[in-house]
């Protein structure tokens, strides 16, 4: 979906988001929290900021919430330049192995 003749940025920021969304949303339960229904990933973020992760290296992905379902129902405009895709993959990439390790660490206990 990198490619952007083939696919729209709002058709490809959406995937992103719903990646990013379901490895925060592991990760808390990961570690014993109930997430809440929701598709915010800042809201997400600070429930696991608050009970002591490191969520620094992901705060960019909050940017993604201009992707989540909502746009979907409603007249969508991304506006502004559209983001690095290459980029976002290797961090949502960076996410994903976070929450496997976590995963593992937590297997082994």
């Keep these: 979906m990198k490619d952007?003749?083939?696919?729209?940025?709002?058709i490809f920021g959406f995937h992103m988001q719903q990646a990013v969304e379901k490895s925060l949303k592991a990760w808390l339960s990961i570690i014993g929290d109930e997430?809440?229904?929701?598709?915010?990933?800042?809201?997400?973020?600070?429930?696991?900021e608050r009970i002591g992760q490191d969520v620094?290296?992901?705060?960019d992905f909050?940017?993604?919430?201009?992707?989540a379902?909502?746009?979907?129902?409603?007249n969508f405009d991304?506006?502004?330049?559209?983001?690095?895709?290459?980029?976002a993959c290797?961090?949502?990439?960076?996410?994903?192995?976070n929450v496997v390790?976590?995963?593992?660490?937590?297997?082994q206990m």
Excluded: C, K, W
């Design 4 to 10: 952007e003749e083939l696919f729209a940025e709002d």
């Design 35 to 48: 997430y809440p229904r929701t598709h915010d990933i800042n809201l997400l973020l600070r429930r696991l």
């Design 56 to 59: 620094s290296l992901f705060q």
């Design 62 to 67: 909050v940017e993604l919430n201009m992707y």
């Design 69 to 74: 379902v909502q746009f979907r129902y409603d």
């Design 78 to 87: 991304a506006g502004g330049d559209s983001f690095d895709r290459d980029d």
């Design 90 to 97: 290797e961090q949502a990439m960076r996410l994903y192995e």
């Design 101 to 107: 390790n976590i995963m593992n660490e937590n297997m």
